[in-house]
């Protein structure tokens, strides 16, 4: 596996049902991101982790809990969603570098449909 | 006024021409700047970086970076119907995070 990899790469799921979203980044990085990205809006920013450490929460509601136990797994759990959450959930890693904005990597993301 | 802005379009241009694409910050501390292309239904893949005020140059493409003016800008030479997609500029916000602008979407007609 190279780059960043995502699981799974479609999911549909009740409204009552709990799930989770993996990101696997395979380049050595330290930082990993969680973007949603719904039809015709930009990226938004949900989560960031530097070194394991989350160090944003872009007032994303409960229903969206991240877990990263280490700098190459991120996962993202999903309980009791809104139709509204249905979108594109992109992962992505980047390398820290202080003083200057990383390049960031993108997985291919999954495709979430919520009934 | 938002971070990044980026002309939505959509930008039409016909098969061989120069597609030029803008993107305005707002942060005149921002040292980095990124260009992605994002086809539908795919991520976004990162295409060129710039650091320094001027040009960079990479095949067919060439970023031109602006500080002063706060602007940065992508041309695409030579344009192919396989540029079609959504071309996002990327600036660290001021959390130092990316901040994407809405992106704009490219069609190069045959």
């Known amino acids: 596996e190279t780059g960043v990899t995502q699981t799974p790469r479609h999911l549909v799921m009740g409204m009552t049902n709990k799930k989770s979203l993996k990101c696997e980044q395979h380049?050595?990085?330290?930082?990993m991101y969680w973007y949603k990205q719904s039809a015709k809006k930009p990226l938004e920013l949900m989560f960031v982790?530097?070194?394991?450490?989350?160090?944003e929460n872009n007032s994303v509601p409960s229903r969206f809990s991240p877990e990263c136990p280490n700098s190459s797994h991120l996962f993202l759990h999903l309980h009791t969603l809104q139709p509204e959450d249905s979108a594109l959930y992109l992962c992505a890693s980047s390398q820290v570098i202080a003083g200057v904005g990383e390049t960031q990597y993108f997985g291919p993301g999954t495709r979430l449909l919520v009934l | 006024q938002k971070e990044v802005e980026q002309n939505s379009g959509p930008l039409s241009v016909p098969e061989g021409a120069i597609a030029s694409l803008n993107c305005t910050y707002s942060?005149?501390?921002?040292?980095?700047f990124f260009w992605y292309r994002q086809y539908s239904g795919k991520s976004p893949e990162l295409i060129m970086s710039i650091y320094s005020n001027g040009d960079k140059e990479d095949g067919r493409f060439t970023a031109q970076l602006n500080k002063a003016s706060q602007y940065v800008s992508l041309l695409i030479r030579d344009s192919q119907p396989s540029d079609s997609a959504t071309y996002l500029c990327?600036?660290?916000?001021?959390?130092?995070?990316?901040?994407f602008g809405s992106g704009t979407q490219l069609t190069v007609l045959p």
């Open positions: 982790y530097n070194f394991k450490e989350q160090t």
């Open positions: 990327a600036v660290p916000g001021s959390a130092r995070q990316l901040t």
């Open positions: 942060d005149r501390g921002s040292q980095s």
């Open positions: 380049l050595g990085h330290n930082a």
